[in-house]
């Protein structure tokens, strides 16, 4: 019995609506895998070497109670991450961090937005403002910390103002919430040029043809912010918001320097109880179960951001 082969012509397709696989298709993936391999391997290593060994040890490192200098590590296993459930000044440290992101994120996103939208203007020196304005970032963040803490000492620049207009200024680094408050707008303050610059790249992207129809309608400057501008940059939004997360959930040198936590764990963030705990008090096994749960809330917080705005983009 014998099997007739029929040949294929190119396009045709098989019983089943399959296409023939065509020549050399299968040595052309090949070729493009190896490729990719060959580009990524350098990145990839110095990620596995510098970010993945680093987690992967710290997580080993969470479930022993060891004090960073023997070289037995005790395991406990999960004894730290439920010792933090019952510690209170674990609680008090994950509610200054919430609050105090949840006040840098707001700030940042209005403060960057007014920022931009002031140096799209077409003014004169606007080469001189931009400058001006990201001078913050490139401030090394303790001379910026000591900076601010000799404004707000009760004998500094801040009280001498007020005092001139008859108003007597307070401890404002020993008040539990003035400090936290004053720990958000430096960070705000810090940061206001790296938001500004990403939200005038972003305003400069957007199409004229937009604001010029929306003008021939009536729209006015406030109307055409509120329905065009502020909708248009929710993506960029989106970005300054994450970054703005990221940085008050990784606070440490200017919280060490401002306000070293005080008063009272007013201002003592997740990064500066993890730091005394591990580097202070020697318990580094507990201290890195500090770093993971951070690490894990800063995770699942973008995330559902990120869900509610690819949600917001699908409706739209």
């Known amino acids: ?18 296409r023939p696989a065509r020549p050399g298709r299968r040595r052309y993936d090949r070729e493009q895998m190896l490729t990719a391999a060959v580009f990524l391997a350098p990145a990839l290593i110095v990620l596995g070497v510098f970010v993945f060994y680093p987690i992967l040890s710290a997580g080993q490192i969470s479930l022993t109670s ?23 000044e674990f609680w008090n440290s994950l509610l200054v961090t919430v609050l105090y992101a949840a006040g840098v994120c707001v700030l940042s996103v209005v403060s960057g937005l007014c920022v931009a939208l002031l140096l799209d203007a077409p003014i004169r020196g606007l080469g001189i403002y931009r400058g001006i304005y990201f001078l913050p970032v490139v401030t090394s963040s303790v001379a910026a910390a000591i900076v601010w803490r000799y404004l707000l000492d009760p ?27 004053a720990l958000t707008l430096l960070t705000v303050w810090k940061n206001i040029g790296f938001n500004a610059v990403l939200y005038l790249t972003a305003l400069q992207a957007l199409p004229h043809s937009i604001y010029e129809a929306a003008s021939l309608d009536g729209a006015s400057g406030a109307q055409q912010l509120r329905h065009l501008t502020v909708p248009l940059l929710s993506p960029m939004t989106f970005f300054v918001v994450v970054q703005a997360l990221i940085t008050s959930f990784q606070a440490f040198d200017l919280v060490y320097v401002f306000t070293e936590g005080g008063p009272r764990g007013g201002t ?42 690819g949600a917001e983009g699908n409706d739209r």
């Open 155 to 181: 004998s500094g620049l801040v009280n001498g103002v007020l005092a001139l207009f008859g108003v007597q200024g307070p401890d404002w680094l020993q008040d539990r919430w003035l400090a936290l408050g």
């Open 268 to 309: 003592e963030v997740l990064g500066m109880f993890m730091y005394r705990t591990a580097f202070r008090l020697g318990e580094f096994g507990y201290g890195t179960a500090i770093a993971f749960v951070t690490l894990f809330l800063v995770l699942g917080v973008t995330l559902v951001q990120w869900r509610i705005s």
């Open 1 to 18: 019995m014998t099997t007739q082969q029929t040949a294929v012509r190119p396009g045709a397709t098989l019983p089943g609506g399959r």
């Open 66 to 88: 060891w004090n960073g200098f023997d070289p037995t590590k005790p395991f406990v296993g999960f004894d730290n991450y439920v010792r933090l459930t019952q510690d209170p």
